[in-house]
């Protein structure tokens, strides 16, 4: 009997300890859950505060490019060069950028004529897209660009 007693108490203690592990495996399974919800809502929180920066910029852009227009259009009635404008916009632009860049307030690479030669066929493309552009702008309506 002994025996028996023996192994009975053995095995309780051995259920004890399954129960115990279930209960900790419980507990791990539900902190998981619940790490796993924090994590959810997290992502969520910071997906929509992604997708409201993205909307703020959106916005943003849409009202520059609106005042850029009726700029350029009111500009060209005053002065109707349009390649001497647009190249002045653009060394205005170079000009701001470059010393914002020695004022430390953005970072810019420095003016290296190997890089200059490698990007000005895309600039200069860029810079023929924007003239032309210009052009269309200065010969029609802005209603038509702001719908």
């Known amino acids: 009997m002994g025996s028996i007693a023996g192994q009975t108490f053995i ?11 279930r209960i900790q495996s419980s507990k791990e399974k539900v902190e998981l859950i619940e790490q796993q919800e924090v994590k959810n809502e997290v992502q969520k929180t910071s997906q929509s505060a992604a997708q409201s920066r993205v909307v703020f910029l959106v916005m943003c852009h849409a009202i520059c490019a609106s005042g850029l227009l009726v700029v ?5 009635k005053e002065f109707p060069f349009v390649w001497t404008l647009t190249t002045i916009q653009f060394l205005f632009a170079a000009v701001v950028t470059f010393i914002c860049g020695k004022l ?3 970072e810019s690479d420095p003016l290296d004529l190997t890089k200059l030669r490698q990007f000005f066929p895309a600039a200069g493309m860029f810079f023929i897209t924007i003239t032309a552009g210009n052009a ?5 309506n802005v209603d038509t660009f702001i719908v």
Do not use: C, P, T, Y
């Open 11 to 21: 095995d309780l203690e051995q259920g004890s300890v399954s129960q115990k592990s």
């Open 72 to 76: 350029n259009k009111w500009a060209l």
């Open 104 to 106: 430390g307030w953005i």
């Open 136 to 140: 269309v702008v200065g010969v029609s």
